[in-house]
């Protein structure tokens, strides 16, 4: 009878719906959660792991805005330089035509044809200052000393009335575009007679 009992105690019944007392309910109904395992990180680890994904995530966004805009820059760069190459041969094909319009004035001196030299003296000005304004410079020849960079000696004058290497006529004039040489002066160049023959009797 006693065991009937306690069998009855165990089952409750409210508006004929069966319900199983609290003490009967499992364990695994309790409204509070598990505590984390052990092997479980804290919420504070959790915190700070995911502040240094944010960090490493802010730092590599910086680096690829940094490379973006080293690779903007050169491609803008490359740019210009094509474009440059482009203008530097038009200029070295026009350097020609100024050859062609200084020897025409040179070759008509006769006071008949002013008009005719007025006109190629316009038409030359028109053209140097459009390939000057461009970056174009004449190369300073005449009167200087022979550098080998910038001029060309196609002959030597015995001299001692001027100093050595001293420039004292031009053939052609030369051309500089950017600071790179399109061609260089051809010059006529002073030279001390002795000081090659002097120069190699101390070699010896």
Do not use: C
């Amino acid at each position: 009878m006693a065991e009937a009992k306690r069998e009855e105690e165990k089952v409750i019944y409210i508006d004929g719906v069966r319900v199983e007392p609290e003490s009967a309910q499992s364990s695994d109904d309790s409204p509070f959660p598990d505590p984390p395992a052990g092997g479980e990180s804290s919420p504070a680890s959790e915190i700070e792991k995911l502040k240094a994904e944010k960090e490493e995530l802010s730092q590599t966004m910086i680096r690829r805005q940094a490379d973006f805009e080293n690779f903007r820059k050169r491609i803008e760069r490359d740019r210009q330089e094509e474009g440059r190459r482009g203008v530097e041969r038009l200029i070295v094909d026009l350097i020609p035509v100024l050859d062609a319009f200084h020897r025409a004035l040179q070759a008509h001196d006769d006071p008949a044809f002013e008009e005719y030299r007025k006109g190629i003296t316009l038409i030359r000005k028109q053209l140097w200052d459009s390939l000057a304004k461009h970056g174009v410079q004449r190369i300073e020849a005449a009167g200087k000393i022979f550098d080998p960079h910038l001029h060309q000696a196609i002959e030597r004058l015995e001299s001692q009335d001027f100093p050595d290497g001293f420039i004292v006529a031009v053939f052609q004039d030369g051309y500089m575009f950017h600071g790179r040489v399109l061609r260089p002066a051809i010059v006529r160049v002073a030279v001390h007679s002795g000081e090659g023959e002097n120069s190699s009797t101390n070699e010896n």
